[in-house]
């Protein structure tokens, strides 16, 4: 009996409601570290440089490596007011985590296709524009080493005429983030960036004038004078064409399988417009002919092919080019996954083939957001939630058990045997609930205790025992049942009041009247209001069971009603939410101290 004592009490323990509620606060820290924090690092799991196609291609030689972000879009501090629990606020801790795991691949070159600022053309002074880009460059930082090239956005400069925009903003971003128009020579390929909403901008003004590309007067310092300077420079160098805006192309162009939904179709609106005009395109591809086209703006990804013009200059030369509009590096509600792109370059001097390509470019995806707050925490917290009201507001389970007991036989035990002890299935010295007054007897009978008569001592046993076990053999241990007669010489300390009954035993041997006990479990819980479901299962070599209690509805609207006469069931009430409110803030506060902790040391 000591051993079934011992397993109970471990068993308790293992189940215990402190046992529960660390638990949890485990599983939530768990849980953060990983959805905040691990999904970062292992979305690039599979996200590495295409420098394995051009060596396929036989280049021995080391690529440069490009890093191309697009439309980062980081809030305003001044005007969007963020706060902890906002849009924005979430945006930026996004923008922060995702950069600070994409440069672990330690780029030689980073490229912003545009709409850096999400409010840039907003911004009307100075100093406040330059606490913003203080702010950006405080969020994404690059070592020394490694260049940024900007393209500007319709949300960084503007597009179109309206009186809310900046009439400095090209000027604060050409001071703060370099050239609208420029190019650089990189691993003997020429990158092109151009001002893609001026280049919108002088396009509705030429159109608006009836004149065509050949015959415009380009405007000073203005994009298409820029690419025309581009087109006399007498150069064999593969160009690579940076554009926020995607060039035109049908409504019915597929985007390729890594697009999420949808396609690119044309639209404009106040301060945007989707795509280039068809006439600006093909201007564009006339005089440039990139062998490379890396876009924006539209937030998802799209892989594209467009026809270059023919030309009579070059009957080999290509003809076609193939366009990417990279993936938004923010999170937005028209994508689930943003992403980013990388970009290898090699010399074409170093090619194996005069035909074969110098660039490889691969994308990358990083975490849904949305997807871990539907899948994860959403379920995580309804589970927490459920177990937190079984534990405060589910009736207490931990009864003392008894078993149905009928006299079997009224044996004489011998005159000079010792009492039976105190650990028993039916008396024990542990039981999980408090009670204010003692318990059965914790230790050995005193000497004060004495049997007068043997022949009037009971032997009960249990009418069922455990299945499989013999009928006959006893599941409980003899227990001697005094007469009411010899109270007096019982120890008040062992048998308290309680336990005492009214019920008065026959001095007879043979003539006796049969006991009353408590009912049985099995009676119990038949009389039981509270819906429950079972499981079991083996573990460890044992058949376990795992029982879940849950309250009737009936039940329920009787706990929620308000009774004012009744200040007991409202005090009750109000203890277990207190206790419910307790045990959810206790289960959140570890979760929330190792999240702020992460965030302010790693990122």
């Known amino acids: ?192 960036f151009i001002d893609a909403p001026g280049l919108v901008d002088e396009d509705y003004r030429r159109h608006g004038m009836g004149k065509q590309y050949e015959t415009w007067r380009p405007a000073v310092g203005g994009p298409i004078e820029f690419i025309a300077s581009v087109t006399i420079k007498a150069s064999s160098s593969p160009i690579i064409l940076f554009s926020h805006i995607p060039l035109s192309r049908p409504a019915s162009t597929s985007c390729g399988p890594l697009r999420e939904k949808g396609s690119i179709r044309a639209s404009a609106g106040h301060g945007y417009q989707n795509m280039l005009g068809k006439e600006t395109t093909r201007f564009v591809l006339h005089m440039l002919r990139p062998a490379m086209v890396f876009s924006g703006d539209n937030r998802d990804y799209c892989d594209v092919t467009h026809h270059l013009p023919a030309t009579d200059a070059n009957v080999l030369a290509k003809t076609s080019v193939r366009e990417v509009t990279v993936k938004s590096f923010s999170p937005s509600r028209h994508i689930r996954r943003p992403g980013f792109q990388l970009l290898s370059l090699i010399p074409p001097d170093s090619a194996v083939s005069p035909h074969g390509s110098t660039f490889a470019d691969a994308a990358c995806l990083l975490p849904d957001t949305f997807r871990i707050f539907n899948s994860i925490y959403l379920p995580a917290l309804v589970l927490t939630a459920v177990v937190l009201l079984y534990l405060d507001i589910s009736p207490d389970r931990h009864h003392r058990r008894f078993s149905t007991l009928s006299p079997i036989s009224a044996t004489r035990s011998r005159p000079g045997s010792p009492p039976p002890g105190p650990e028993s299935a039916i008396w024990t010295n542990w039981s999980p609930r408090r009670s204010s007054g003692p318990t059965s007897p914790a230790g050995a009978l005193s000497p004060s205790v004495t049997v007068r008569s043997a022949k009037e001592i009971f032997t009960f046993r249990a009418l069922s025992s455990a299945p499989g076990s013999p009928h006959d053999s006893p599941l409980l241990s003899p227990i001697p049942l005094f007469h009411a007669g010899h109270e007096d010489e019982m120890n008040p300390a062992h048998y308290p009041s309680q336990h005492h009954s ?71 009430r109000r203890g277990m939410l207190w206790r419910l409110g307790v045990d959810s803030v206790s289960v959140a506060l570890p979760s929330v101290v190792t999240w702020a902790l992460i965030g302010w040391l790693f990122f």
């Open 502 to 572: 009214d019920h008065v035993w026959p001095s007879g041997e043979d003539v006796h009247e049969t006991p009353s006990f408590l009912p049985s479990p099995n009676a119990r819980r038949s009389e039981r209001k509270w819906q429950s479901w079972s499981w079991s299962f083996v573990f460890g070599g044992r058949r376990r069971r795992i029982t879940i209690v849950l309250p009737i509805w009936e039940d329920m609207k009787k706990f929620c009603a308000s009774d004012n006469s009744d200040s007991m069931s409202r005090s009750k």
């Open 1 to 192: 009996m000591s051993f079934i004592h011992e397993r109970r009490t471990r068993n308790s323990r293992l189940l215990s409601r402190n046992t529960i509620i660390n638990l949890l606060r485990f599983f939530w820290v768990v849980l953060v570290i990983w959805c905040e924090f691990g999904v970062f690092f292992y979305s690039l799991s599979n996200c590495k440089w295409p420098d394995r196609e051009l060596k396929e291609a036989g280049s021995t030689q080391k690529p440069t490596r490009v890093l191309l972000i697009s439309d980062p879009q980081l809030p305003n501090p001044r005007r969007s007011g963020i706060s902890w629990l906002g849009y924005d606020a979430s945006s930026t801790r996004y923008l922060r985590k995702g950069w600070s795991v994409v440069t672990r691949l330690h780029p030689h070159a980073v490229v912003w296709l545009g709409d850096v600022l999400a409010s840039g053309r907003y911004v009307t002074s100075e100093d406040e524009y330059k606490n913003y880009v203080d702010e950006f460059k405080g969020i994404f930082t690059t070592d020394k080493s490694v260049p940024n090239y900007f393209v500007p956005g319709n949300r960084d400069v503007g597009l179109g005429e309206s009186s809310a925009f900046s009439k400095n903003a090209r000027k604060y971003f050409t001071e703060y983030f370099g050239p609208v128009n420029q190019e650089i020579d990189l691993a003997g390929h020429r990158l092109i």
